[in-house]
């Protein structure tokens, strides 16, 4: 099934319609048309283009730490200059209906280029502008400087003012939808960016759930693991690793602004996007899942939600989105149920790995039978996550 004959999945940002609400987030997939085209044909909602600058500050190419599964990291990546941004933009116009983000950056101060951009990229024919102030690959400076310096992308999402300024200079020659693009490993910036864009008339906002940036483990001789690499600068670290952030700061989020929130950051099935929509996101955005595992997975991404959605009787995605906000507390106000691990001795292979957890006192093993004392067990959740046949479940107790 592809993802627009899906009923109850489109969203809107602002005037601009998705048919899907699962769209392409910009990377190594939107440097083309052609590759545009291919997400189109997979029946994803948009795409967002490359990275885009007036001038490109350093020209480079994708280089990356890629375990899948777990994260791509990538210190380096092509970007798109101008006038190459809107060569494409205009082949895309022509060959797909895909509706395109553009997606660009400049220093904070150069308000006169996030103008150009935006101007040239809306004339050349993008549906939505996503101002990047995410990139974290940006910076030139020394890694052990504590100055802050201005070099676009992520430094500009630490400074709610410089984004205010941005959007505004936007405003001022473009109508089309503007969703900044933010990453931040700090939960007031996140807020305040986001309440800051939207007063100023953001139509929405993408955050990525990601820790920022990292460095990769390094081989026997001490050389980091980065294919045809010399030096290891600090990388955006993208893919599962961001999932559980991507689900916070959607939850973060849809308390405390109304536009629409895309989310991307680890986001590879139709369970992780039901998830993040459930903690308050609007548009679960994918990079990494995509370049691992092509667009085949968009297929069962999409008979997944649609599955869930008419087991669960919802006609849209509004109806669940941000249906589990109500769990979204403080530790100090949660409240712990008194409960025991037991063993269901039936289904027990007794392989011994619940065995292992060097925290837990209460699972022994006697005449090769498991048994859990109820009075050791504190409940803590971890066995049962370590059983390969789902031998260990969880029983509320009353309290005493
Ligand atoms: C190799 C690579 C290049 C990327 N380039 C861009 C970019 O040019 N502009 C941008 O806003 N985000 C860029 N991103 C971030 C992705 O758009 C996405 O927000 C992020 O990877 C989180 O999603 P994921 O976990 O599904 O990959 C890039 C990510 C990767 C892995
Ligand atoms: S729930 Fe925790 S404490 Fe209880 S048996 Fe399992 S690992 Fe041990
Ligand atoms: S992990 Fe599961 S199957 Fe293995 S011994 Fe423990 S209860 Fe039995």
């Known amino acids: 099934m592809k993802a627009n004959c899906m009923a109850g999945t489109g969203i809107a940002f602002g005037s601009v319609e998705l048919n899907n609400f699962i769209t392409v987030a910009s990377g190594p997939l939107t440097d083309a048309a ?9 029946g994803a909602g948009a795409a967002s283009l490359k990275l885009t600058f007036v001038d490109v500050p350093f020209q ?75 990139c974290p690959n940006l910076d030139t400076s020394e890694v052990t400087s504590t100055t802050k310096h201005d070099h676009g992308g992520a430094s500009i999402g630490e400074n709610p003012e410089v984004c205010a300024e941005i959007v505004r200079a936007i405003r001022e020659v473009s109508g089309l939808p503007i969703v900044p693009k933010i990453i931040t490993a700090d939960r007031r ?59 916070l700061y959607a939850a973060i989020l849809a308390r405390s602004i109304s536009i629409p929130i895309m989310i991307s950051g680890g986001l590879e099935s139709w369970k992780d ?67 025991v691990a037991v063993v269901d001795d039936e289904a027990c292979i007794n392989c011994g790995r619940c065995l292992r957890p060097a925290h837990c006192e209460a699972v022994s093993r006697a005449d090769d039978r498991v ?4 009075e050791l067990c504190i409940g803590c959740g971890v066995c049962g996550s370590l059983c390969p046949v789902g031998a260990i479940s969880y029983r509320e107790e009353e309290e005493h």
């Open 189 to 247: 910036t996140l807020i305040e960016v986001a309440r800051t864009v939207e007063d100023c008339g953001a139509a929405g906002i993408h955050v990525v759930g990601t820790p920022t940036s990292g460095l990769p483990p390094v081989a026997e001789n001490g050389r980091p693991e980065i294919p045809l690499l010399d030096g290891a600068p600090q990388g955006s670290t993208n893919g599962p690793l961001c999932k559980y952030t991507s689900y």
């Open 371 to 374: 048994a859990i004392d109820a």
């Open 60 to 134: 480079s190419e994708m280089r990356s730490y890629s375990m899948p599964g777990s994260v791509i990291l990538s210190p380096t990546n092509r970007r798109l200059d101008l006038k190459k941004a809107i060569e494409i933009t205009r082949q895309i116009r022509r060959i797909t209906g895909m509706k395109l983000f553009a997606n660009y950056s400049a220093l904070g101060s150069r308000l006169d280029e996030w103008k150009l951009l935006s101007e040239k990229l809306d004339e050349a024919g993008a549906d939505l502008l996503e101002p990047n102030f995410c």
């Open 34 to 42: 052609s590759k545009i085209e291919a997400a189109e044909k997979a």
């Open 273 to 339: 996007c039901v998830d993040v929509i459930s903690w308050g996101a609007t548009a679960p955005s994918i990079c990494s899942a995509f370049m691992w595992y092509g667009y085949e997975i968009l297929d069962s991404i999409n008979e997944g939600i649609q599955d869930f959605m008419d087991r669960n009787g919802f006609a849209s995605i509004a109806d669940f989105r941000g249906r589990s906000l109500r769990y979204f507390t403080t530790p100090d106000r949660v409240r712990l149920r008194r409960g």
